[in-house]
């Protein structure tokens, strides 16, 4: 596990901010992601490996890896300070799981998917 300082965390934050302001809220830079097979949180303060990831991208591969599977653990943005991602078995993003279910125009109501809508 690799640990950071909060100076570290300080200035990258402050440089997401920079990024994400400059490219029209388009760039997000500090985020968790799995890279490499490692799950790195937000800051890359703390990091693992994961025994399976899994991306679904239909509601039937969800149902498929919790079915299959004894631990199944989901992360969004991976902003957390701590270790709490960990998964002993199956790791889960929901980033590809995306898309809009249902627009309701005169009740301005949108349905949408766990992951980014495009657009938005």
């Not at 300080?10 to 901010?17: D, E, K, R, S």
């Amino acid at each position: 596990m690799i640990q950071r300082s909060y100076f570290y965390c300080g200035w990258t934050t402050t440089l997401n901010i920079i990024l994400n302001a400059l490219t029209g809220l388009k760039y997000l830079w500090l985020e968790g992601r799995v890279t490499g097979g490692y799950f790195h949180n937000w800051a890359h303060r703390f990091r693992y490996k994961p025994k399976k990831y899994a991306l679904p991208k239909t509601e039937a591969e969800i149902i498929d890896l919790i079915r299959n599977n004894e631990s199944v653990r989901l992360f969004g943005a991976g902003h957390s300070f701590n270790i709490g991602v960990e998964s002993d078995d199956v790791l889960v993003s929901l980033d590809d799981y995306t898309g809009i279910l249902n627009y309701d125009e005169p009740k301005m109501q949108m349905t949408v998917r766990a992951g980014p809508v495009c657009g938005a």
